[in-house]
């Protein structure tokens, strides 16, 4: 059996809204998110998660920002299109585990729905996909309130 693993991070910063959505999920906040797409930083890290377990670079490079075709697209576009790819090279999605950091807001109340939603776009079981979150200690960028963080690490097993 041939098992792969990989890592992905992403930052987006907080800007004028009413709300961010993470792992496709909308929560309510006293600020957005800016992104060229809709900012889903925790979707991102996931992506980026799968592309490194397939050594197939990273959501830039298949969803450059510098295409308008992306301004303001929903980011289960990007998820869906790396998961296919792992399945159309032979593999499937092991686990994904999702780490969000931020101050707010709060992801517990929201941890079992996003959970769905992701693991309903890369088409793993739910207990295959994890979501969790941390503050900083308000201690640097994310402590500060300046944006969120996410990490996501993914196990890829042939099929
Ligand atoms: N945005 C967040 C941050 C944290 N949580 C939950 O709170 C727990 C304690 O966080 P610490 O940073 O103080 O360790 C954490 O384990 C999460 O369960 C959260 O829901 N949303
Ligand atoms: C997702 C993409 C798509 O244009 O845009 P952003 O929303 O800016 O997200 P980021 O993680 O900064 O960069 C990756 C881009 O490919």
């Known amino acids: 059996m041939d098992i792969r693993f990989g890592n992905g991070f992403d930052v987006h910063a907080f800007g ?3 709300g961010v959505t993470l792992c496709g999920v909308h929560v309510a906040h006293d600020a957005g998110l800016v992104g060229h797409s809709d900012a889903d930083v ?9 592309y490194g377990a397939l050594a197939e670079g990273d959501i830039g490079t298949h969803f450059p920002p510098s295409d308008p075709q992306w301004k303001g697209a929903e980011s289960h576009v990007f ?3 790396a998961a296919e790819m792992a399945q159309a090279r032979g593999y499937s999605i092991s686990n994904i585990d999702v780490t969000i950091v931020c101050e707010a807001p709060k992801i ?6 996003m959970r769905k939603v992701m693991a309903g776009i890369v088409g793993c079981d739910l207990d295959r996909l994890s979501v969790k979150a941390t503050t900083s200690e308000r201690l ?3 402590g500060r309130s300046e944006g969120i963080a996410a990490l996501a ?7």
């Open 140 to 142: 640097g960028f994310t």
């Open 42 to 50: 925790a979707m991102h890290a996931a992506t980026d998660a799968i």
């Open 79 to 81: 998820l869906r299109h």
């Open 108 to 113: 517990g109340p929201h941890a079992a729905r």
């Open 153 to 159: 690490t993914c196990a890829l097993v042939s099929a």
């Open 16 to 18: 004028p809204g009413d």
